[in-house]
């Protein structure tokens, strides 16, 4: 067990370094004056080569691909002796603490550095962590409503197999799963916010927390996340229906259920007592991908309901081309990713011994 963890977790490394890789270098083709981006257009020569020195825009590719990589790692290495060095240890940048040091370099272990926003001056870090608990609330809350709910018609719709429910049902998870999030919520916040206001009394825009109508302050509104929340967990909600009714129809059909229907046991004790704990091992699969997919996928559902996350702050970047709030929300995306399918792995190989041999 113990190997095959080790093996997963250096997959887990090996494809964290190529999404780093990607990111890193497709970022540095691109167009655009990180240093004017910062300064202005009427900043002077000096200020423009100090910025580059800073960023590391001075030095070749390749070393700059290694600077990257060093912030990135939890434990680097610094020349904390020459303040124009590429790799010096500026306390501004890094929260560390020292490990040794050898004649001018130092190792330390430290927060991985994201470098700092071309607009706003702020570490990227600080940006994304102000900003992801909003997203991950957003994320949870969708999976959890597309879990709930999806088991449960799934179950549903597997025992009235043949009726004209199941036909409805397909019908239903076809156009869930084709839908493209962001017409699903301009629907739905044209429908519910705007045509239907006066019954649901949902806003069409709003994040967590509203300024109120004197702007003295801010105030919890948890309403302004139902509208997203639910536009973003239709189309995890359409996949769980489908896959609960199919594996529970499959497992329905096998030996041991034969068994329990000739002992006399009802229907409902054979499906949740025996059949629907073995039907729901693909269904966790899934929730455990769409789970991390949807960090992704809020971007278009936030910047439609305007609230307040990871989506936004992307948005925002984009539009300003500020390359390195890009960057991080992508690398934390996939990190989050890659985390989670590790997990999985792990948790699947503790409930199936067979995995490990895989």
Known sequence: MLSFIIKRLFY???????????VFFLFSVLPGDPARMMLGQRADIASVEAINRDLGLDQPLSKQYIGFLNDLSPISVHNHVNQKSFWYLDKSKYDYVKLFSVDQQTYVFKKPYLRRSYQSKRKVSDILLEAFPKTMLLASVSILFATLLGI?????????KNKFIEKLTLVFSVLGMSIPSFFAAILFAWVFAFVLVEYTGLNMFGSLYTVDDFGEGEFLS?????????????????IVVELTRSSLIEVMSQDYIRTAKAKGLSKYRIVFGHALKNALNPVLTAISGWFASLMAGAVFVE???????????????????????????VLMISIL??????????????????????
Do not use: H, Q, S
């Open 222 to 238: 948890l309403k302004n996340l139902i509208l997203p929340a639910v536009t973003l967990g239709i189309r995890p909600l359409a």
């Open 337 to 358: 990713l890659v985390i989670i399918n590790i997990l999985v792995d792990i948790i699947y190989a503790f409930l199936d011994p067979r995995i490990r041999l895989t």
């Open 152 to 160: 449960l018609i799934g179950i549903f719709v597997a025992i009235k």
């Open 12 to 22: 887990g490394l090996l494809v964290l370094l190529g999404v780093i890789t990607v």
């Open 303 to 329: 910047y439609v309901f305007d609230w307040k996350g990871v989506g936004i702050v992307i948005v925002d970047a984009l539009e300003k081309y500020d390359f390195p709030v890009i960057m991080g929300a």
